[in-house]
């Protein structure tokens, strides 16, 4: 089984300052990751993903996230925030053996960007 | 494209009343997914299907729940009878079918059991 840990459930930071998210997963099998990011009162949309290849991705907003196998961690920053950038954050894993993309969420990382 | 639709956005309800949240999926992907977001558990894969057949349903909380796909356009999530610890929001999602493929989210149906 896959599980996902986000150590911070909430972060405030200053608008134009760099931010880090923190995502830790527990895996037996090689996994997909996955960043998602959830505005008030929508559904959520997906910022970024590591398949293979790699270890930084870059996804969309200027966001970016680096897979490191022997932490477990795929952590995820911006080097110069905007107050749109105010939501709620969640990492998500899936086994690589999983058809259809079955996803494992974390709890959430709530970032309210401050002018 | 539309996107995944769900429907209603907002329902309102007295315990024990039937609830049915709805779903349209993306036209052409044929993996559909609903999750449940609450404050104290955080998002969790109720069930999902595969070509209209259902896959694992070891998500949905106890009998109450059901959920159903009766084409590849259109699924819907039961829950009968209602009770307060329902008070959700409920997400569908759907996917092309591919571990690469991502999940496409609907807006949500906030549930307000009373």
């Known amino acids: 089984a896959q599980s996902v840990t986000q150590l911070d459930s909430q972060v405030p930071v200053f608008e134009e300052a760099p931010v880090e998210l923190r995502c830790n997963y527990s895996s037996s099998v090689s996994v997909y990751l996955f960043w998602y990011v959830q505005y008030p009162n929508q559904g959520l949309q997906l910022l970024l993903k590591?398949?293979?290849?790699?270890?930084l991705v870059k996804g969309i907003n200027g966001f970016e996230a680096e897979f490191n196998k022997s932490q477990t961690s795929f952590h995820l920053r911006k080097p110069s925030v905007h107050i749109s950038d105010t939501a709620e954050y969640f990492c998500a894993v899936s086994a690589f053996y999983n058809q259809g993309g079955k996803l494992i969420f974390g709890q959430g990382t709530e970032l309210s960007v401050k002018p | 494209d539309a996107g995944v639709i769900q429907s209603p956005r907002h329902e309102v309800t007295e315990m024990g009343q039937e609830v049915t949240l709805r779903c349209k999926p993306i036209?052409?992907?044929?993996?559909l997914f609903w999750y449940r977001q609450t404050m104290m558990r955080g998002l969790e894969l109720l069930i999902y299907f595969n070509n209209n057949v259902p896959i694992d349903d070891s998500g949905m909380p106890e009998d109450r729940f059901s959920a159903k796909m009766p084409n590849a356009s259109f699924s819907t999530l039961k829950i009968q009878p209602s009770e307060p610890r329902d008070s959700a929001v409920y997400f569908c999602a759907s996917s092309g079918g591919w571990n690469n493929s991502p999940l496409h989210f609907g807006n949500g149906t906030r549930l307000t059991v009373t």
């Open positions: 590591y398949l293979s290849g790699s270890t």
């Open positions: 036209s052409g992907h044929d993996y």
